[in-house]
């Protein structure tokens, strides 16, 4: 027999037909009788079937129930141990392990010691437990050993104490359990009846406490608030069956069965393939080199599809935030929807920023929203970035974030940051200028006025300025959006769901977690719009309540507040002539120097343009059209100025426009997602409203049976050619049985502009005391000299790095980022007064002389004021000149060219 550890175990309870798991912890002493197997510790899940666990009830309470007692006649502990010592005698029959186990728990429980799972024995050369014992928990003795050079960092308490009190059952082959052995006498003393829910057999956290746990924990409650409530709801510590530190060992053990570490990418893929398998509409797509680890990946569930459709005009995608372990660049795709909230359109992770990851990202991405661009993009200023949008997104228009510019703006502008008239002609360059031919102006007086004709950064901001300026972007539609702040504010609540340390799978889960409490947030909106209308500041206002009607509460806030600013406007001129169909008036703002705005109106359809061009950027008409529609008497919005994506009803309005398109051309613009998405709305509302009545059931199921059948006979008469089954999206049926999940998980990546490496120039003894014997060094040490020259500031600048052990070749990558001619590699050697180039790894590019020479002027300022001379030196390097020597042989040297003309030679 050979021995092993013995893993979990699973035991039934006898009290009831429910199942009671059992699993195993710590494990005790091996022992050394040969064919024995050392086991742990048993506790007892909840009794699922409508019975309580051992360590959810009181002493008396749970062993009566044993002994089939009630509750009303619950016997003293004197006489419960008596009966169950009876039971426990040598000689009697046990149907099971199990029940064997459970008796003696309660005998151990209600005398007051704990139980410990002992040896087992099998039949030999079988699996077929034949004896089983378990033990009081004081049994044995503690390990003494410990390594001589580690102290562990805290003593455990001595609670072995060789006691001899133990329980064996066993049986023939094919036979009953019997009892073997009894023996009922410790050698240590007894724990108190008010204690017993503290020993470590009678602690469990039964299967309702563990969801329990679990959900306060995803909540954001902390475990100890956790169990503190669920210690108020059970009425004290002792009717909760676990403490504290048992909730936090469940969670530790819960971590490390879900950790996925070196199979963090392969957990990933499989995610995404059991997702596609379950969603049919579920994209995702990832990227590997040629290692097969993976570089980037992009995924989207049915609903980001489906919002896209909706809100994909105005897109926002911001990659200055790193949430994970391998420090992968996090990609959000953002939008906003009708109530002008984020909407969540794709999450993506790059492991670089070249415009190769970016082009491959944005591809990808208009693959899986069947290639629809957006209107309007907005991203930071990162080049590849921008090479990769006019490759892949050529119909829309790029946008710069105006904050990041105004960010950086200072470190290029010097002086002129505190120059109050040069900061007033940027902004108004910015964002002020409503004509490109205004814009020119400006920015011609602002460069001329300062000088800058030769400004680097100016210059540059200047070639893109149709990306940043509203001069060049007014007519294009950007949801009043001037920058990427809602991915900005987007990557504060992903940074709840991730951090440094988190694996991506980890990540992806927590993200679907804020994925859907957005679309929890936006679907009470949505009823917060259906069943309520706002209060209004002017009451029984038509075109108020026209707006009411139409719009969600946030965007009629931002019409209403255009219609009381529009009473603070008045007409600088009037058409004289109010009979043409075609009227133009000039409008501005009571205040001081209020900028003139040209308004013109056609009767005839009702078409209005403004100078200000809000309409067309944000979808809100303007003041200055209020002004005018008030003066015309016009009191509903015309058609073409109810902007489809605030209105509370976009969703249903968009599957009608496909409906009506279909019937009237053939073909419908909005795609097969929106119309099942649509059609699964109706349906469950019909469904929800139909029942509670019978007639109405009836009505609407026969409605589906006779539609059913019209489609099935219509779909047999079609060709394959006629159906467009995956709306551009290509689902693998194979890829759920992929068996080649070998994808490897991403190397860290480096952040732009950001050096992971802390320098410092001179040797610090406080650094060689670390924490821990094999904690690497954070640090180098190094200079940089003038080499290879007699004279300061010349000859070629090299770097000379000190180094506490030797390196291996890989260093080889310090010198690169030094990016100097030369890098040298000192390393100290010890009880010696030299130093070694390089270290063996290392290749070395030539051979130094270096020595360590007395500190002089230290010396010398120690001597004169105690007397002693330090131990200071200084590392001497010998970087030798290269003297250039003249040479007089020109004349041979230019008979060997043939006799052309040499002018000079010098020779090393």
């Given at each position: 027999m050979?021995?092993?550890?013995f893993?979990?175990?699973?035991?039934?309870?006898t009290?009831?037909?429910s199942?009671a798991?059992?699993?195993s912890?710590?494990s005790?002493?091996?022992?050394?009788?040969?064919?024995?197997?050392?086991?742990?510790?048993?506790?007892?899940?909840?009794d699922?079937?409508?019975?309580?666990?051992?360590?959810n009830r009181?002493?008396?309470q749970?062993?009566?129930?044993?002994m089939?007692?009630?509750?009303?006649?619950?016997?003293?502990?004197?006489?419960?141990?008596?009966q169950?010592?009876?039971?426990?005698?040598?000689?009697?029959?046990?149907?099971?392990?199990?029940?064997?186990?459970?008796l003696?728990?309660?005998?151990a429980?209600?005398?007051?010691?704990?139980?410990?799972?002992?040896?087992?024995?099998?039949?030999?050369?079988s699996?077929e437990?034949?004896?089983?014992?378990?033990?009081?928990?004081?049994?044995g003795?503690?390990?003494?050993?410990?390594?001589?050079?580690?102290?562990p960092?805290?003593?455990k308490?001595?609670?072995?104490t060789?006691?001899?009190?133990?329980?064996?059952?066993g049986?023939?082959?094919?036979?009953e359990?019997?009892?073997?052995?009894?023996?009922?006498?410790?050698?240590?003393?007894?724990?108190?009846?008010?204690?017993?829910?503290?020993?470590?057999?009678?602690?469990?956290?039964?299967?309702?406490?563990?969801?329990?746990?679990?959900?306060m924990?995803?909540?954001?409650?902390?475990v100890?608030?956790?169990?503190?409530?669920m210690?108020n709801?059970?009425?004290?510590?002792?009717?909760?069956?676990?403490?504290?530190k048992?909730a936090?060992?469940y969670f530790n053990?819960?971590?490390?069965?879900?950790?996925?570490?070196?199979?963090?990418a392969?957990?990933?893929?499989?995610?995404?393939?059991?997702?596609?398998?379950?969603?049919?509409?579920?994209?995702?797509?990832?990227q590997v080199?040629?290692?097969?680890?993976?570089?980037?990946?992009?995924?989207r569930d049915?609903?980001?599809?489906?919002d896209?459709?909706?809100?994909?005009?105005?897109?926002?995608?911001d990659?200055?935030?790193?949430?994970?372990?391998?420090n992968?660049?996090?990609?959000p795709?953002?939008?906003i929807?009708?109530?002008?909230q984020?909407v969540?359109?794709?999450?993506?992770?790059?492991?670089?920023?070249t415009?190769?990851s970016?082009?491959?990202?944005?591809?990808?991405f208009?693959?899986?929203?069947?290639?629809k661009?957006?209107?309007?993009?907005f991203?930071?200023?990162?080049?590849?970035m921008?090479?990769?949008?006019?490759?892949?997104?050529?119909?829309?228009?790029?946008r710069?974030?105006?904050?990041?510019?105004?960010?950086?703006?200072?470190?290029?502008?010097g002086?002129?940051?505190?120059?109050?008239k040069?900061?007033?002609?940027?902004?108004?360059c910015?964002?002020?200028c409503?004509s490109?031919?205004?814009?020119?102006?400006?920015?011609?007086?602002?460069m001329d006025e300062?000088?800058?004709?030769d400004?680097?950064w100016?210059?540059?901001?200047y070639?893109l300025?149709h990306?940043?300026?509203?001069?060049?972007?007014?007519?294009?539609?950007?949801?009043g959006?001037?920058?990427?702040?809602?991915?900005e504010?987007?990557?504060a609540?992903?940074?709840?769901?991730?951090?440094?340390t988190?694996?991506?799978?980890?990540?992806?889960?927590?993200?679907e977690?804020?994925?859907?409490?957005?679309r929890?947030?936006?679907?009470?909106?949505?009823?917060?719009?259906?069943?309520g209308k706002?209060s209004m500041?002017?009451?029984?206002?038509?075109?108020?309540?026209h707006?009411?009607?139409?719009?969600?509460?946030?965007?009629?806030?931002?019409f209403?507040?255009?219609?009381?600013d529009?009473?603070?406007?008045?007409?600088?001129?009037q058409?004289?002539?109010?009979?043409?169909?075609?009227?133009?008036?000039?409008v501005?703002?009571?205040?001081?120097?209020s900028?003139i705005?040209?308004?013109?109106?056609?009767?005839?359809?009702?078409?209005?343009?403004c100078?200000?061009h809000?309409?067309?950027?944000?979808?809100?008409?303007?003041?200055?059209?209020?002004?005018?529609?008030?003066?015309?008497?016009?009191?509903?919005?015309p058609k073409?100025?109810?902007?489809?994506?605030?209105?509370?009803?976009?969703?249903n309005?968009?599957?009608?426009?496909?409906?009506e398109?279909?019937?009237?051309?053939?073909?419908?613009s909005?795609?097969?997602?929106v119309?099942?998405?649509?059609l699964m709305?109706?349906?469950?509302d019909?469904?929800?409203?139909?029942?509670?009545?019978?007639e109405?059931?009836?009505i609407?199921?026969?409605?589906?049976?006779?539609?059913?059948?019209?489609v099935?006979?219509?779909?047999?008469?079609?060709?394959?050619?006629?159906?467009?089954?995956?709306?551009g999206v290509?689902?693998?049926?194979?890829?759920g049985?992929?068996d080649?999940?070998?994808?490897?998980?991403?190397?860290?990546?480096?952040?732009?502009?950001?050096?992971n490496?802390?320098?410092?120039?001179?040797?610090?003894?406080k650094?060689?005391?670390?924490?821990?014997?094999d904690?690497?060094?954070?640090?180098?040490?190094?200079?940089?000299?003038?080499?290879?020259?007699?004279?300061?500031?010349?000859?070629?600048?090299a770097?000379?790095?000190?180094?506490?052990?030797?390196?291996?070749?890989?260093?080889?990558?310090?010198?690169?980022e030094?990016?100097l001619?030369?890098?040298?590699y000192?390393t100290?050697?010890?009880?010696?007064?030299?130093?070694?180039?390089?270290?063996?790894?290392?290749?070395?590019?030539?051979?130094?002389?270096?020595?360590?020479?007395?500190?002089t002027?230290?010396?010398?300022?120690?001597?004169?004021?105690n007397g002693?001379?330090?131990?200071?030196?200084?590392i001497e390097?010998?970087?030798p000149?290269?003297?250039?020597i003249?040479?007089?042989?020109?004349?041979?040297?230019?008979?060997s060219?043939n006799?052309?003309?040499?002018?000079?030679?010098?020779k090393?």
């Open positions: 050979s021995k092993g550890y893993g979990h175990l699973r035991l039934h309870s009290k009831s037909n199942q798991p059992v699993n912890h710590d005790g002493m091996h022992h050394a009788a040969t064919g024995w197997v050392d086991a742990g510790h048993m506790d007892l899940e909840e699922t079937g409508g019975g309580t666990t051992v360590a009181s002493h008396e749970f062993v009566a129930s044993n089939s007692i009630s509750n009303d006649e619950v016997l003293p502990i004197n006489s419960i141990v008596d169950l010592e009876n039971k426990l005698a040598v000689g009697q029959i046990m149907k099971s392990v199990e029940d064997a186990y459970l003696y728990c309660n005998y429980h209600a005398k007051g010691f704990s139980v410990k799972k002992g040896d087992q024995r099998y039949f030999p050369r699996n437990l034949q004896a089983k014992e378990f033990e009081c928990s004081c049994e003795v503690k390990d003494e050993k410990r390594s001589s050079d580690r102290l960092f805290y003593q308490l001595m609670t072995r060789k006691c001899k009190a133990r329980f064996r059952i049986r023939e082959k094919g036979g359990w019997k009892v073997t052995r009894f023996v009922m006498e410790h050698n240590h003393e007894m724990v108190s009846v008010d204690q017993t829910h503290l020993l470590r057999s009678s602690r469990n956290i039964s299967h309702a406490q563990r969801s329990t746990l679990e959900a924990v995803r909540a954001g409650i902390s100890a608030n956790a169990v503190s409530y210690e709801e059970a009425q004290g510590t002792q009717n909760l069956g676990f403490t504290v048992d936090y060992d053990r819960l971590r490390k069965h879900t950790k996925v570490e070196d199979g963090d392969s957990a990933l893929l499989q995610y995404f393939i059991n997702k596609s398998n379950k969603e049919a509409y579920f994209y995702w797509n990832v080199d040629d290692d097969n680890r993976v570089m980037n990946f992009f995924f049915y609903r980001c599809r489906v896209y459709e909706y809100f994909g005009d105005v897109l926002s995608v990659t200055t935030y790193r949430t994970n372990k391998y992968l660049i996090c990609a795709f953002i939008g929807n009708h109530h002008r984020n969540m359109f794709g999450l993506a992770f790059m492991s670089d920023e415009e190769s970016f082009e491959w990202l944005f591809r990808t208009l693959d899986s929203m069947s290639d661009q957006p209107e309007t993009i991203t930071d200023q990162c080049q590849a921008m090479n990769a949008i006019e490759t892949v997104f050529p119909c829309a228009h790029h710069l974030c105006q904050w990041h510019i105004n960010q950086n703006a200072p470190s290029h502008l002086s002129l940051n505190g120059d109050s040069f900061k007033q002609l940027w902004h108004k910015m964002n002020y409503e490109e031919e205004e814009f020119e102006v400006t920015w011609k007086i602002l300062y000088n800058l004709g400004h680097k100016l210059n540059g901001m070639k300025r990306k940043w300026a509203t001069a060049f972007s007014n007519h294009k539609f950007s949801a959006l001037l920058a990427t702040s809602r991915s504010s987007t990557n609540v992903l940074k709840k769901a991730g951090n440094k988190i694996s991506l799978y980890d990540f992806v889960l927590n993200y977690k804020v994925q859907n409490n957005w929890a947030i936006e679907k009470a909106e949505d009823t917060r719009c259906r069943h706002p500041i002017v009451k029984h206002n038509p075109l108020l309540n707006v009411a009607d139409i719009y969600t509460l946030s965007i009629y806030r931002l209403e507040l255009e219609l009381i529009s009473l603070n406007t008045t007409f600088a001129e058409p004289l002539d109010l009979s043409v169909p075609l009227l133009e008036f000039k501005k703002s009571l205040c001081q120097n900028r705005r040209k308004v013109v109106f056609d009767k005839r359809n009702y078409e209005v343009k100078s200000c809000k309409f067309e950027s944000m979808g809100i008409l303007c003041k200055h059209v209020l002004k005018v529609f008030n003066f015309v008497d016009l009191n509903i919005l073409p100025y109810i902007k489809k994506r605030w209105m509370k009803n976009v969703r309005i968009a599957f009608d426009e496909s409906r398109n279909r019937s009237g051309s053939g073909s419908g909005v795609s097969q997602m119309f099942v998405n649509q709305r109706s349906t469950y019909l469904a929800m409203r139909c029942k509670a009545h019978e109405a059931r009836n609407l199921s026969g409605i589906l049976d006779s539609a059913s059948q019209q099935n006979a219509l779909l047999e008469n079609l060709s394959l050619d006629d159906c467009n089954v995956f709306d290509i689902v693998d049926e194979d890829n049985k992929r080649d999940l070998s994808i490897r998980n991403p190397l860290c990546a480096k952040s732009r502009g950001i050096t490496t802390q320098i410092v120039r001179y040797w610090d003894d650094s060689k005391k670390r924490r821990g014997k904690k690497p060094e954070s640090s180098i040490r190094y200079c940089v000299v003038d080499a290879f020259t007699e004279s300061a500031f010349k000859g070629n600048p770097a000379v790095c000190l180094l506490e052990e030797e390196r291996d070749e890989d260093w080889q990558a310090v010198a690169r030094f990016n001619s030369e890098t040298c000192l100290q050697l010890s009880e010696s007064n030299e130093s070694t180039i390089g270290c063996p790894q290392i290749p070395p590019s030539g051979i130094l002389t270096v020595k360590r020479v007395p500190d002027k230290v010396s010398d300022s120690s001597n004169s004021l002693n001379a330090p131990d200071s030196f200084l390097v010998d970087f000149v290269a003297h250039i003249e040479y007089d042989g020109a004349v041979e040297v230019s008979k060219l006799g052309a003309s040499v002018v000079e030679i010098k090393k």
